[in-house]
C-alpha cells in the first residue's frame, strides 16, 4: 500500500524581551541557577502576574507577518498541572482566544516549488524553569531562571506531507522569526523548540490517521530523522496488523528513534479557565497599524527581490534569503563586485557554503569577509585570474590572507592573457606531442581536451581557458 | 483609656502630644498579651517591631513630618505579606513562611507610618464563616466567648472589637469583612473589587478578593480607607482611578438620598429580630431624609451556588503553589515525586481547604467546565445586570449583614451549606465586584446585629458618608464588649 504522511508542528519561539513575560526579572540565558528568578518568577504566595507590552507587539509582528488575523481582545489561560518546575502549579497560556489567528506561511521546496502551510494560531505564554536530574543523587535539582521567560507557541495545519517539508516550513519561520528581531532562533540553547504531530494514511484516504507527537526535538536534522523514523515505525505497526496509539513521544538522538512518554489516558486534564488575575488583553487598530509599518522587509518580499532585480531563480533566492545573515551578506558582496549576481550567487551557496559546513560555521562568522569575497570575483570578472585560480585564491582567504589581490600578487597567479605568450605554449605542446596531432587531425577529436589540459598545466593553470580554446582550434587545424 | 478612643480620637490626641505612639502601642502590647491568647485573635505579634515602628513614628511627629495617621497601631489579616515575619494564611502550609517581601497594602500602611502590632488569625487561606477553620485555633467573639466572630477575618474583627487594636485589614471574597463586623459590632467595608492592591495579600479566589478595614466607626474606617486604597501596577485588576478623601464627605446630607431595600433580603431564613433591627435603620434613615424603596434582586438566590462553583474553581488554581517544592510545609521523607505532592497537601491543608479544592477541581475538570465554570460565570453576569438596574432606581441598598447573630463554636463545623448559607446576602456583593459596608444597627439577645449597605462601583465615599450620618444619630457602634 501506498501511504502519506501527515505533519503539523508546533514551534516554541523564545521571545528576545529583555525582561519575563509578567515579571520584571531579566531573561539571559546560562546565568547561575536561581539567580534570575524574582517572587513572581517562584510563585511566592501573594505574587501577581502584570503583561510586557513587548511580547504583545512581538507576537503581533509575527502574525501580520504570516498574514493573520490580530484578536482585538485576546484571553490568557491558566493551564493547570503539577511538576516541580512550574512554580505556581499552573502555566499562563492562551487557550481559547489567542492573539494570532488563521495564517499561512509560503514556503518553497527543494524542487523550486512554494507550498502554502497553514498557521492556526500563535498565542503568548510563558515558559517553565528546568529540572535538573544528572547532579543530584536520588534528587532533583530546579532551575527557575527559565521561569516566566516568554513564548510564542506558533501551531500550524497538518499541511506538511514529507518530513523535508516539514524541514522546509521549520527553516522559513525560522528564518521569519531572526528576521522580524523577535527570537534568536539558538536551537541549542532551546530558544527555537519544536513539536511534531505525525500521522499516516492510506495514499487518497480523506480521514487522518492517529498522530503521535513528537516532543522537543532541538535541531532541523533531528526533526527530520524523527519524523522519518516515526513515519517508517507507524507504517510498519501498521502493516503488521497493529494501530498507532495516540500518544506523545520523545525522540532519542543517540540511538535514533522515538519512544513513547504517555499516552492519551495519561495525558493531564488540565483544566483551563480564565485567568482572573489579568485582564483581557485589548489590541488596537492604532497599534497594530504602528507595527505594521515599522515591519522590516520580509523573506518572501526579499526573494521577490530577488528575483526580481538580480535576476535569480526562485530556488536561488529562497536559498540566499533563508536567514537574514545570508541575504546581507550576498547584498554586501554584491555593493563591492561589478561581477554578474549569478557567479555571487555561486560562490555565496557553493564554495563559500561548502567551506562554511565544513568548518561547522555560519556565514556571521565566515572567515571570508563579503568585501573579500567581492575582491575576489571582481579579479574572476576581469579575467585577472580563472576559476580554477580562484578557489586557490578563496583557499588563502579562508586561512587569513588579507585580499584577493595581495594573494595573486604574491603567488603570481594572474591569468596569462596575452596571446603570443598562449601561442607560445601551445606551440610547445604541438610540438612535444606529434603522435597525438596526428591522431587528432585524422579525425579523433576527443583529443581536443588533452591538448587543453596540456596546455593548462604548461601554464601552471594560468593560460586563459576560453584564449586557449580559441587559439588550440586555430593551431590544430 | 487610651482604647476605648476612636482612631481619629488618637490621632488628635497624638498630634496635641497627650501621649507618644510609644506609650499608645505600649497600651496595645500590654492589652494584646493580658486579653489576647483567651480570644486567640493573633497569630503572631510583633512587638519588637511595633515598638521599633512607634519610635520611629515619634521621630517623625518630632521633625514635624507625622501624617494624619502616623502612630496609630493596627492590626493586619496574616493573609497580607509582611517581610521578614511570619505569614501563615491561617494554615499548618505556610505555618514556616517569613515573607521576603511586603504586600502594598502593606507598604502603604508603613509608609503612612502606622504601626503593625501583629498578624490576625483567620480562617485557613479566608476559607470559612466561623474562623473555626484557622490552623491556629478558632477565634472567639468578644460579646460571647462560645460564640465564633465570623470569618474569614474573625482575628480582625475580634481584636478590633475587644479593642486590642483600634483597626484593621480584612479580606472578603464572599463576606468575610463585612460578615465578622456585623457579628462583633464593628464598621466593616469592602472597597469596589480593584480599589485596593491584590499584590501581596494571599489569593483564594482572585475574581472575587478584595482587601477592606474593621474600625470602631466609619470615620476611622475613612481614615485607613484613604491609605491603601489606590492604583498599583502591580495588580492588573486595580483601577486606575482617583481616590477620593473618604473623611471629607462624611457629613454630606442625606437628604433625598434613595435607599433600596431588596425584598429578596427579607425573605425566609432571616431571624426575625435581626429584621427588626434593620427596619429600625430604615426608619432612622427616614428621619434623616432618606427616601426609602423596595427594590428587587431577583437572582439573590443563585449567588450561593455560583459563588461555590467560581470561587472553589479559583481557588483549586491558585493553592496549586503550595507543593512542598519551594517553601512552606513539606512532608518527612517522601518516597517520590507524587508522595510528596499527596502527603504535604493532605498534611499541610485543613480539611475545608481541601474540600473547596476537590469542589473546584471537579468544577474545571474536561466535560464539566460548561455545565459549572461556565454557567456560574453566567450567572454572575445576571447577579451583577440585577444591581445594574437597581442603581438606576435608587442610591444604595440596604438590607441585613447575615440572617442572624453570631452562632456556637462547633455548632455548624459539619455543616457546610448551612454554614455557607449564612454568607447569603453578602456574597452577590463580590460576585457583582460592589462596595459593601456592614455598620452597627443593634442587638438581639445581647449580641450584635449589622446592617449592609451596598453602592455602586467605586462609592466608597456614599457608603462611609451614609452611614457616619447614622452614627451621628445613633449609638450602636459605641456599645464594647464587657470584660476587656
Known amino acids: 500500500m501506498e501511504w502519506e504522511t501527515v505533519i503539523g508542528l508546533e514551534v516554541h519561539a523564545q521571545l528576545a524581551t529583555n525582561s519575563k513575560i509578567f515579571s520584571g526579572a531579566a531573561t539571559a540565558f546560562g546565568a547561575e541557577p536561581n539567580t534570575q528568578a524574582c517572587a513572581i518568577d517562584l510563585g511566592l504566595p501573594g505574587v501577581l502576574p502584570v503583561l510586557n507590552r513587548d511580547t504583545v507587539a512581538m507576537a503581533i509582528k509575527l502574525g501580520l507577518s504570516v498574514n493573520a488575523e490580530i484578536a482585538e481582545r485576546s484571553v490568557f489561560a491558566r493551564k493547570n498541572y503539577f511538576y516541580p518546575d512550574l512554580p505556581k502549579g499552573y502555566q499562563i497560556s492562551q487557550y481559547e482566544l489567542p492573539i494570532v489567528k488563521s495564517g499561512y506561511l509560503d514556503v518553497i521546496l527543494d524542487d523550486g516549488s512554494i507550498k502554502r502551510i497553514g498557521i492556526t494560531r500563535a498565542h503568548l505564554e510563558e515558559d517553565a524553569g528546568k529540572s535538573l536530574h544528572e547532579d543530584f543523587s536520588n534528587m532533583t535539582g530546579v532551575d527557575f531562571n527559565r521561569a516566566g521567560t516568554p513564548l510564542l507557541e506558533i501551531v500550524s495545519e497538518p499541511d506538511m506531507r514529507s518530513a523535508k517539508e516539514a524541514i522546509a516550513y521549520l527553516k522559513t519561520l525560522h528564518a521569519l522569526v531572526r528576521y522580524l528581531g523577535i527570537c534568536d532562533g539558538n536551537m541549542q540553547e532551546g530558544s527555537f523548540r519544536c513539536d511534531a504531530n505525525v500521522s499516516v494514511r492510506p495514499k487518497g484516504q480523506a480521514k487522518f490517521g492517529t498522530r503521535a507527537e513528537i516532543k522537543n526535538v532541538n535541531s532541523f536534522r533531528f526533526v527530520e530523522k524523527a519524523i522519518e523514523y516515526e513515519v517508517k515505525r507507524q507504517i510498519a505497526l501498521i502493516e503488521s496488523g497493529g494501530t498507532v496509539l495516540q500518544e506523545t513521544r520523545l525522540y532519542d538522538a543517540d540511538k535514533d528513534e522515538t519512544r513513547s512518554m504517555r499516552s492519551k489516558e495519561e495525558a493531564n486534564d488540565y483544566r483551563y479557565f480564565p485567568d482572573p488575575d489579568l485582564l483581557p488583553l485589548m489590541v488596537t487598530a492604532e497599534w497594530v497599524e504602528k507595527i505594521r509599518s515599522e515591519l522590516p522587509e520580509l523573506p518572501a518580499q526579499k526573494r521577490e527581490r530577488f528575483q526580481r532585480e538580480y535576476e535569480l531563480s526562485a530556488y536561488d533566492a529562497a536559498v540566499l534569503v533563508s536567514s537574514k545573515e545570508l541575504a546581507m551578506y550576498f547584498e554586501e558582496v554584491l555593493k563591492h563586485t561589478q561581477a554578474p549576481a549569478k557567479l555571487v550567487t555561486n560562490w555565496v551557496m557553493g564554495d563559500l557554503a561548502a567551506a562554511l559546513n565544513k568548518a561547522n560555521l555560519d556565514i556571521a562568522t565566515s572567515p571570508v569577509s563579503a568585501e573579500q569575497l567581492a575582491g575576489l570575483l571582481n579579479r574572476m570578472h576581469d579575467n585577472t585570474i580563472s576559476g580554477k585560480i580562484a578557489k586557490e585564491v578563496f583557499e588563502a582567504l579562508w586561512h587569513g590572507a588579507k585580499d584577493a589581490d595581495s594573494v595573486i600578487n604574491e603567488r603570481g597567479l594572474q591569468q596569462v592573457t596575452d596571446t603570443s605568450a598562449i601561442e607560445k605554449i601551445i606551440d610547445d605542446v604541438i610540438h612535444a606531442n606529434p603522435a597525438q596531432l596526428a591522431d587528432y587531425r585524422s579525425g579523433k577529436d576527443r583529443l581536443f581536451g588533452y591538448f587543453v589540459g596540456q596546455v593548462m598545466k604548461l601554464s601552471q593553470g594560468k593560460a586563459n581557458p576560453e584564449q586557449v580554446n580559441n587559439l588550440l582550434k586555430e593551431k590544430l587545424k | 483609656m487610651m482604647h476605648t478612643k476612636t482612631v481619629a480620637e488618637m490621632a488628635n490626641d497624638l498630634a496635641a502630644k497627650k501621649y507618644s505612639s510609644v506609650e499608645l502601642t505600649t497600651h496595645f502590647l500590654n492589652r494584646i498579651e493580658h486579653y489576647g491568647e483567651n480570644l486567640n485573635s493573633f497569630i503572631t505579634v510583633t512587638k519588637e517591631q511595633a ?41 499548618k502550609m505556610l505555618d514556616n513562611f517569613i515573607s521576603p517581601y511586603d504586600a502594598t497594602l502593606i507598604e502603604r ?95 483564594f479566589a482572585s475574581s472575587l478578593d478584595q482587601g477592606g478595614i474593621f474600625g470602631v466607626n466609619a470615620e476611622d474606617a475613612a481614615l485607613l480607607l484613604n491609605v491603601i486604597a489606590g492604583f498599583d501596577e502591580k ?250
Not at chain 2, 51 to 57: G, R
Not at chain 2, 161 to 190: F, V, W
Request: aromatic share 8%.
Open chain 2, 51 to 91: 515598638l521599633a515602628a512607634a519610635k520611629h513614628a515619634d521621630v517623625q511627629r518630632q521633625a514635624g513630618k507625622a501624617g494624619p495617621l502616623t502612630g496609630i497601631p493596627m492590626a493586619q489579616k496574616d493573609i497580607f505579606c509582611t517581610k521578614g515575619v511570619k505569614t501563615s494564611c491561617g494554615s
Open chain 2, 109 to 203: 500602611c508603613n509608609q503612612a507610618g502606622l504601626v503593625m502590632l501583629g498578624k490576625a488569625n483567620m480562617d485557613e487561606f479566608a476559607m470559612g464563616s466561623s474562623n473555626e477553620n484557622s490552623y491556629y485555633g478558632p477565634v472567639k467573639n468578644p460579646w460571647d466567648l462560645t460564640r465564633v466572630p465570623g470569618g474569614s477575618s474573625g482575628g480582625s474583627a475580634a481584636a478590633v472589637a475587644a479593642r486590642l487594636a483600634p483597626i484593621a485589614t480584612g479580606t472578603d471574597t464572599g463576606g468575610s469583612i463585612r460578615q465578622p463586623a456585623a457579628l462583633c459590632n464593628l464598621t466593616g467595608i469592602k472597597p469596589t473589587y480593584g480599589r485596593v492592591s491584590r499584590y501581596g495579600m494571599i489569593a
Open chain 2, 235 to 484: 495588580d492588573s485588576t486595580s483601577a486606575d482611578m482617583p481616590v477620593p478623601d473618604y473623611r471629607k464627605t462624611l457629613n454630606d446630607s442625606l437628604t433625598g438620598l434613595r435607599i433600596g431595600v431588596p425584598k429578596e433580603y427579607f425573605a425566609e431564613g432571616l431571624n426575625s429580630q435581626v429584621a427588626d433591627c434593620i427596619h429600625e435603620a430604615i426608619k432612622t434613615y427616614e428621619k434623616l431624609g432618606a427616601v426609602i424603596k423596595e427594590i428587587s434582586l431577583p437572582h439573590t438566590n443563585m449567588s450561593i451556588p455560583a459563588y461555590y462553583v467560581i470561587a472553589p474553581a479559583e481557588c483549586s488554581s491558585n493553592l496549586s503553589r503550595y507543593d512542598g517544592v519551594r517553601y512552606g510545609y513539606r512532608c518527612e521523607k517522601p518516597k517520590d515525586l507524587i508522595d510528596l505532592y499527596k502527603r504535604t497537601r493532605s498534611e499541610g491543608f485543613g480539611k475545608e481547604v481541601k474540600r473547596r479544592i476537590m469542589i473546584g477541581t471537579y468544577a474545571l475538570s474536561a466535560g464539566y467546565y460548561d455545565a459549572y465554570y461556565l454557567k456560574a460565570q453566567q450567572i454572575r453576569q445576571l447577579i451583577r445586570q440585577d444591581f445594574v438596574e437597581a442603581f438606576k432606581e435608587v442610591d444604595v441598598i440596604l438590607g441585613p449583614t447575615t440572617p442572624d447573630t453570631a452562632f456556637k463554636i462547633g455548632e455548624k463545623a459539619d455543616d457546610p451549606v448551612s454554614m455557607y448559607l449564612s454568607d447569603i446576602y453578602t456574597i452577590s456583593v463580590n460576585l457583582a465586584g460592589l462596595p459593601g459596608i456592614s455598620a452597627p444597627a443593634g442587638f438581639v439577645n445581647n449580641l450584635p446585629v449589622g446592617m449592609q449597605l451596598i453602592g455602586h462601583d467605586f462609592s466608597e465615599a456614599k457608603l462611609l458618608n451614609v452611614v457616619h450620618q447614622y452614627q451621628q444619630h445613633t449609638d450602636w457602634h459605641k456599645r464594647m464588649p464587657e470584660g476587656f
